[in-house]
């Protein structure tokens, strides 16, 4: 899983800095987007890293993430910092989080939790 969220968190910062003439049209709805991405970036350490302290802090950057990514795309050609990214992503994570939260409660509760699976 550990390599799944770095892949994830790879991802949405190469879409996020690329050039906007390679994104025409790629995303239908950013706003969605954003709240989508950002929840699942937001959702996997909360529920799989070890430490829940260390799961719910992974999952809280997400939104300084979101916050520098936007600051990046002002020097990027055809993007920009947009303020309804900043908190459609900021939502997603408070989602994600509390998906981790409920997804970690359950698999605990199930006795399907291995601790030792995701550091």
């Known amino acids: ?18 050039p906007g003439e390679l994104l025409a049209n790629a995303a239908p709805d950013d ?4 709240f989508v991405c ?9 529920w ?7 799961g719910v802090l992974a999952s809280i950057a997400m939104i300084l993430l979101g916050f520098l990514l936007e600051l990046l795309q002002t020097v990027i ?5 947009e ?3 900043v908190a459609s992503s900021a939502m997603g994570v408070a989602l994600g ?11 605990t ?3 399907q939790f291995n601790s030792q699976e995701f550091h």
């Open 1 to 18: 899983m550990l390599i799944v969220w770095y892949g994830a968190i790879g991802t949405v910062a190469v879409l996020s800095l690329m």
């Open 31 to 34: 706003v969605l987007t954003h």
């Open 38 to 46: 950002y929840a699942l970036l937001a959702a996997i350490p909360t």
């Open 48 to 54: 799989r890293l070890t430490s829940l302290f260390h």
């Open 77 to 81: 050609p055809g993007r920009g910092f």
């Open 83 to 85: 303020w309804k990214d």
């Open 97 to 107: 989080l509390t998906t981790g939260l409920l997804l970690r409660w359950l698999f």
């Open 109 to 111: 509760r199930a006795g």
